[in-house]
């Protein structure tokens, strides 16, 4: 019996731990319970502001989306077009490729041409043609080609071109000038010593060409202008190489009596030389003009002294009447006036009023000097033209 009570007191006794245990664990699960529905409110309100947040951000970038939109658009046009402009511009370089290579070989045709003295020669006068025609010069009224002349020497000159300057002068130009040893050093495939070289050279043979052209003495052939001849060369690439290679090649040309010039300075000089007629046209009608002025004061000198002479007569004509008409009314018409007292007539004479106006006297003063010097001017001639004498168109001052 007493086991039976002790086994129902602890029976009851575990389950009433049992049940505080369970109400602990069921305690500490609502608490945890609780606790993650806190949290789980506070994710939700923060996602909710987060969202909302996003939502006003979305309304922010819309514009920024739709203008990255219109960029992207923009981009692919330009792509598109890129493209097509890169094709255009490989057909292009394809096409200038190919013209370079025709180029090339022109320029190797027209080099190993050019190595003929005889080409050589017409290449140079058709450079020296042009530059001529260029200053605006016309040919046998400007210059003159392949003038033959005799030197003090006794020596027959021809020189390419002679230019004519103001005062009966006259330029040579020598249109022959020395290039294959500046052809042989532009090949492409030449050592740089060996490009200079051949540039040595060819500054040496400008410098021969030069005392050789000076050995002539174009000037004692043409005396009537400077004593120097022009070295013209063909192009500037030439005479600049030949000049890096001497730098004092143009101050001993100079001293021979001779000018280097290229394409370039050449037609600089000719320019100059129509300049230089311009002014001398411009010079020479300026004489005309002072010649014409000088005559037209002298002829208004004359005229004037005529017209003093006119307004003279004027005068005396104009006394002379007054006189009469002084001696009509006192002498005359008293007279006829009895007549008419006497009733031998009825009509009434007209009174006769004398002239009180004059001539217009001569206010300018070279009008007046000329009329008191008369014998320093030219005379007025009338000569009987077809308008009859002492008409205008047959009037002349002599």
Same mark, same amino acid.
């Given at each position: 019996?007493?086991?039976?009570?002790?086994?129902?007191?602890?029976?009851?006794?575990?389950?009433?731990?049992?049940?505080?245990?369970?109400?602990?664990?069921?305690?500490?699960?609502?608490?945890?319970?609780?606790?993650?529905?806190?949290?789980?409110?506070?994710?939700? %309100? #923060?996602?909710? +502001?987060?969202?909302?947040? =996003?939502? !006003?951000?979305? @309304? $922010? *970038?819309?514009?920024?989306?739709? &203008? /990255?939109?219109?960029?992207?658009?923009?981009?692919?046009?330009?792509?598109?077009?890129?493209?097509?402009?890169?094709?255009?511009?490989?057909?292009?370089?394809?096409?200038?490729?190919?013209?370079?290579?025709?180029?090339?070989?022109?320029?190797?045709?027209?080099?190993?041409?050019?190595?003929?003295?005889?080409?050589?020669?017409?290449?140079?006068?058709?450079?020296?043609?042009?530059?001529?025609?260029?200053?605006?010069?016309?040919?046998?009224?400007?210059?003159?080609?392949?003038?033959?002349?005799?030197?003090?020497?006794?020596?027959?000159?021809?020189?390419?071109?002679?230019?004519?300057?103001?005062?009966?002068?006259?330029?040579?130009?020598?249109?022959?000038?020395?290039?294959?040893?500046? %052809? #042989?050093?532009? +090949?492409?495939?030449?050592? =740089?010593? !060996?490009?200079? @070289? $051949? *540039?040595?050279?060819?500054?040496? &043979? /400008?410098?021969?060409?030069?005392?050789?052209?000076?050995?002539?003495?174009?000037?004692?052939?043409?005396?009537?202008?400077?004593?120097?001849?022009?070295?013209?060369?063909?192009?500037?690439?030439?005479?600049?190489?030949?000049?890096?290679?001497?730098?004092?090649?143009?101050?001993?040309?100079?001293?021979?009596?001779?000018?280097?010039?290229?394409?370039?300075?050449?037609?600089?000089?000719?320019?100059?030389?129509?300049?230089?007629?311009?002014?001398?046209?411009?010079?020479?009608?300026?004489?005309?003009?002072?010649?014409?002025?000088?005559?037209?004061?002298?002829?208004?000198?004359?005229?004037?002294?005529?017209?003093?002479?006119?307004?003279?007569?004027?005068?005396?004509?104009?006394?002379?009447?007054?006189?009469?008409?002084?001696?009509?009314?006192?002498?005359?018409?008293?007279?006829?006036?009895?007549?008419?007292?006497?009733?031998?007539?009825?009509?009434?004479?007209?009174?006769?009023?004398?002239?009180?106006?004059?001539?217009?006297?001569?206010?300018?003063?070279?009008?007046?000097?000329?009329?008191?010097?008369?014998?320093?001017?030219?005379?007025?001639?009338?000569?009987?033209?077809?308008?009859?004498?002492?008409?205008?168109?047959?009037?002349?001052?002599?």
């Amino acid at each position: 019996m007493d086991g039976w009570v002790w086994a129902l007191v602890g029976l009851v006794v575990g389950a009433g731990a049992a049940w505080s245990v369970a109400r602990l664990v069921h305690a500490a699960r609502a608490a945890s319970v609780e606790t993650e529905r806190d949290l789980l409110r506070e994710r939700v %309100l #923060d996602l909710e +502001a987060s969202l909302a947040e =996003d939502m !006003e951000t979305a @309304a $922010l *970038l819309a514009p920024l989306k739709d &203008a /990255l939109v219109r960029v992207e658009q923009h981009v692919g046009v330009l792509e598109r077009d890129r493209v097509q402009q890169f094709g255009s511009l490989r057909a292009l370089l394809g096409r200038v490729e190919a013209e370079t290579q025709g180029l090339g070989k022109a320029t190797a045709s027209l080099a190993g041409s050019l190595r003929s003295s005889s080409v050589r020669g017409a290449w140079g006068e058709v450079q020296l043609r042009r530059v001529l025609e260029a200053s605006g010069m016309l040919a046998r009224c400007d210059f003159d080609e392949q003038v033959t002349a005799v030197s003090a020497h006794e020596r027959t000159v021809r020189p390419d071109v002679v230019v004519r300057l103001p005062g009966r002068k006259s330029l040579v130009v020598d249109a022959k000038a020395p290039m294959t040893h500046f %052809l #042989d050093a532009q +090949a492409e495939d030449l050592p =740089d010593d !060996e490009r200079t @070289a $051949l *540039l040595g050279r060819h500054a040496a &043979a /400008l410098a021969a060409h030069v005392g050789a052209l000076s050995a002539k003495e174009y000037w004692s052939a043409f005396r009537d202008g400077p004593e120097l001849v022009v070295c013209f060369v063909p192009s500037d690439a030439m005479l600049a190489a030949a000049m890096a290679a001497q730098p004092a090649l143009h101050e001993k040309a100079l001293t021979q009596r001779v000018v280097l010039v290229g394409p370039g300075s050449l037609l600089a000089l000719l320019r100059t030389v129509a300049f230089t007629w311009q002014q001398d046209a411009l010079s020479q009608s300026a004489r005309e003009l002072l010649d014409l002025g000088r005559e037209l004061h002298a002829r208004l000198g004359t005229l004037g002294a005529h017209t003093a002479k006119v307004g003279r007569s004027l005068q005396s004509s104009v006394e002379a009447y007054n006189a009469m008409v002084g001696a009509l009314e006192s002498r005359v018409l008293v007279t006829a006036r009895r007549m008419r007292d006497l009733e031998v007539v009825t009509d009434d004479l007209d009174v006769l009023e004398p002239v009180r106006s004059g001539p217009r006297p001569l206010t300018a003063q070279e009008l007046i000097d000329a009329v008191t010097a008369p014998d320093d001017r030219p005379q007025l001639v009338l000569d009987e033209g077809d308008d009859g004498p002492g008409t205008a168109a047959g009037a002349r001052v002599g």
